[in-house]
């Protein structure tokens, strides 16, 4: 995760983060991805159920019930555990969450225990009723997924009339006072929108918006080849900075990230070098402090049958299972050989990543995507498009 308005608009300095000692259990949210102890952000798929049919879903959901989910009972073990491990921020997913009926009283629970509580959703399911009982329960933020505008985001979600009920779950979390952002998944279809998805934070005074490169996983492994080119990811990140930073000189302060390539980090320092050397001396410390991809460090994920991930996007390879040992326990289990390992990942990855200048603040990128198109864990990311001279 790399904060674009943070990083390049000097919204946040090397200090602010030192004030609070870098600890996890201190840190705001909004600094929270520069904690020096990592302590596990997790991802709960509290269902795999959902209302829409989405041709990127890394969960492969369905609108149908499925078998072995964690029971209410189960849940609350589980956050019982990950309240006493420390983990700041539990992020409840699905499928879609709200096809769940007890995700707000697990929500509930998680904010008694001193938790941030946030959501990942489509926002189809947010009437004005639900959203004034997640801002009852104390939920920190609603993240709503939508990928463009009402033509492109129907096609790619498969329900026809998904956007016109996402805008309105959108409108019902303001109406309560609830912060809510967008997701946004680049790939080839839908790039030419993200100047839209800015016009959309400017129209309904949207705080936040995370744009996500594409990761291939799930239904999104079919997707590989509708992943942008090396030159087109650069155009991309050039667009969303510029658009950020016109936000920014407008006087509207949003909150901009992007996600699930580390390689926007480096690519930010250097075209901040040439303009702003001194804020870039800034940034380059702040990109230390977040170290990279941290799947399997600073990230986990918990199925909704229990199973524990190095992220969600990692199903294919399970540390254990909640139901036989607490969350704790296999997150700290470096017996575990790939844990081991993800813990240490600068260490194992190969070719062009263990010689890169940056592998300090990048980690070695997304593993899973090295994997999917390698079949090597440890090979190069193939979706890092910084060229030799860069990284040199």
């Known amino acids: ?53 989405c041709v990127h879903c890394y969960a492969h959901a369905k609108d149908t019930s ?13 956050i019982d555990d990950l309240a006493g491990f420390g983990v700041p921020v539990l992020l409840f997913s699905g499928g879609e ?4 009926k007890d995700m707000p009283e697990l ?36 993240g709503i997924s939508l990928d463009g505008m009402e033509k492109i985001n129907d096609r790619f979600r498969g329900i026809k009339g998904a956007f016109k009920s996402a805008l309105e779950g959108i409108r019902n979390c303001q109406a309560v006072g609830i912060k809510v ?26 705080p936040r918006a995370c744009f996500y490169h594409l990761v291939y996983a799930g ?16 155009k991309a990140v050039d667009l969303i900075i510029d658009r950020t930073k016109r936000l920014h000189d407008n006087g509207m302060s949003k909150e901009i990230l992007t996600v699930d390539n580390h390689a926007d980090g480096p690519y930010l320092y250097l075209r901040m070098l040439k303009e702003n050397p001194e804020r870039a ?40 299972n909640i139901r036989k040992r607490p969350f704790s326990e296999i997150w700290s289990d470096t017996s575990e050989p790939l844990m081991k390992k993800l813990k240490e ?26 994997e999917a198109v390698s079949s090597d864990v440890w090979a190069p990311d193939p979706a890092c498009y910084l060229t030799d001279e860069e990284i040199k």
């Open 1 to 53: 995760m790399i904060g674009i308005s943070k990083l390049y608009c000097g919204t946040v300095e090397p200090s602010d983060a030192l004030r609070y000692g870098r600890s996890s259990s201190q840190l705001p949210s909004h600094l929270l991805q520069f904690s020096k102890d990592k302590k596990p952000v997790v991802v709960w798929n509290i269902t795999r159920r959902c209302n829409l049919k």
């Open 219 to 234: 239904r999104g492994s079919e997707l590989v080849e509708e992943d942008l080119t090396h030159e087109e990811s650069r």
């Open 181 to 206: 952002g967008l997701r946004f998944t680049i790939n080839t279809f839908n790039v030419k929108e993200i100047p839209n998805i800015f016009d959309l934070l400017e129209e309904m005074d949207i």
């Open 107 to 142: 929500a509930a629970y998680a904010v008694e225990k001193g938790m941030r509580a946030v959501i990942s959703t489509n926002g189809t399911l947010i009437t004005h009723e639900t959203a004034r009982i997640l801002k009852e329960i104390g939920l920190s933020y609603v």
């Open 281 to 320: 001396k800034e940034v380059l410390e702040l990109l230390r402090m977040n170290e990279g991809n941290n799947s399997g460090r600073g990230i986990g994920c918990v199925s909704w049958d229990g199973s524990v991930h190095a992220d969600q996007f990692w199903r294919h390879h399970s540390f254990g």
């Open 97 to 100: 969450p709200l096809a769940r």
């Open 345 to 370: 990942k600068k260490k194992h990855v190969k070719g062009k990543c263990s010689t890169c200048r940056w592998l300090d603040i990048c980690a070695g990128n997304f593993r899973v995507r090295a």
């Open 66 to 78: 499925f078998e072995n989910e964690l029971s209410t009972r189960e849940g609350k073990d589980l």
